[in-house]
């Protein structure tokens, strides 16, 4: 023992060297999709669609109607079966996630389409819980009055993320729309999301009701960290709230770009 104490005391001492190299984290890639193609019998909606979102982006989808923005997205969430190619959804590839597995991985995804989809004659305490059913299915999520506890708190929490806990005992059918509009997005947060599905989320808003939506969803981008996808019509908000623009045309994924560097122009280009 003597000799390896005598050993290590006259063994050189080693420094570690300094490069100046700074630690950078890679991001996590939520939505990884390779040479996608969907058809409906012998007619094609878009081949050959590939890109990546990384954890925490802001991606607005972009492209004249009919272009296949809502069906890309339902493809995304495995929600309807793309006709060739490969999606991997936070680690998971979505064509090979069947059964329970494929609903969890769903919980793990919060969807905010045009339509609101609240139950008119609910409050709006109950319509957000509706949001853990995918996690807790069973009637004690059909009503805030079954609910746990903790699924009670959860909804007020996301109701106040959207500035409407003081709403919570208010019936579904007696709010505006911009309001139908917040509590279908708390209903989507309830669930703590990892990525946001937005699809036309201010289709049927009034200019000012959809302006505030837009900006809950920057501030829940910049705030919560949550990946969001969003279709827009409107090439302003899809320049000044997204990071990333992805525009369809010709069946062809035919943009993928920052927003820094484009102009509304070439987004004008895409729906002619």
């Given at each position: ?10 063994a ?47 991606v607005a ?23 060739s ?45 509706h ?59 309830i ?54 623009i ?6 062809q ?20």
């Amino acid at each position: 023992m003597t000799d390896l104490l005598e050993l290590e005391r006259d063994a050189p001492k080693l420094h570690p060297t300094r490069t100046g190299a700074t630690f950078v984290p890679v991001p996590r890639v939520d939505i990884d999709v390779k040479d996608l193609c969907k058809t409906f019998g012998q007619t094609p909606v878009f081949s050959g669609v590939s890109f990546r979102l990384v954890r925490g982006e802001s991606v607005a989808l972009v492209g004249a109607n009919g272009t296949g923005k809502s069906t890309l997205l339902r493809c995304l969430m495995g929600l309807i079966p793309a006709t060739s190619g490969k999606t991997v959804l936070l680690d998971q590839d979505v064509a090979a996630t069947k059964g329970p597995a494929l609903r969890a991985l769903r919980a793990r995804i919060g969807l905010v389409s045009q339509k609101h989809n609240l139950v008119p004659r609910l409050s709006v305490h109950s319509n957000v819980v509706h949001g853990l059913l995918g996690r807790n299915p069973g009637v004690r999520h059909w009503s805030h009055s079954f609910a746990p506890r903790a699924s009670r708190e959860a909804a007020i929490e996301a109701l106040s993320k959207v500035g409407l806990d003081h709403f919570a005992a208010r019936r579904a059918d007696r709010l505006s729309g911009g309001q139908s509009q917040r509590v279908a997005i708390a209903r989507a947060l309830i669930g703590k999301p990892e990525i946001l599905i937005a699809d036309e989320p201010c289709a049927s808003l009034d200019p000012a009701a959809g302006e505030d939506v837009m900006e809950l969803f920057f501030k829940l981008d910049r705030q919560e960290g949550v990946t969001v996808v969003f279709i827009s019509h409107s090439i302003e908000h899809a320049l000044r709230y997204g990071d990333r623009i992805l525009g369809l045309a010709d069946r062809q994924m035919k943009l993928d770009a920052t927003t820094a560097s484009l102009t509304p122009g070439d987004l004008r280009g895409l729906y002619d």
